[in-house]
């Protein structure tokens, strides 16, 4: 079983910047991927970045030259820069990994955080 923690939300005006920040722990065999979600208000939760092991990295659209999505596999945790934030920014992130948990066992799940809100002031 795998937890993820976020943390980093909070209140900011327009053009500040956040670091969200993501620790997996438990038992772990390998992380995959991680990734971040967010989801608004009345709106239903869109894939934001995701990292592989290999730093493969991929964006929304919207958040492309503002967001960069980065993982220390030393600790296990993946990170999210925001800068140049906008008001459309508002939501709540939550972090997501696939995992392995058994050495033995190739099989890969998907593991949510209990969500971090952002919410950016105009």
């Known amino acids: 079983q795998v937890q993820l923690v976020e943390s980093g939300g909070g209140l900011v005006q327009a053009g500040g910047s956040l670091r969200l920040s993501c620790a997996a722990s438990?038992?772990?065999?390998?992380?995959?991927?991680m990734g971040w979600y967010r989801q608004a208000p009345g709106k239903q939760r869109e894939l934001v970045a995701t990292i592989t092991s290999g730093d493969s990295t991929n964006y929304l659209d919207s958040v492309k030259g503002r967001f960069t999505i980065s993982r220390d596999n030393a600790k296990n945790t993946a990170y999210l820069q925001m800068n140049s934030l906008k008001p459309e920014d508002t939501a709540s992130y939550y972090c997501?990994?696939?995992?392995?948990?058994?050495?033995?066992?190739?099989?890969?799940?998907?593991?949510w955080g209990q969500g971090t809100q952002v919410t950016v002031s105009s």
């Open positions: 997501n990994a696939r995992a392995r948990t058994k050495p033995w066992d190739s099989a890969e799940f998907s593991y």
């Open positions: 438990g038992t772990i065999f390998s992380i995959n991927a």
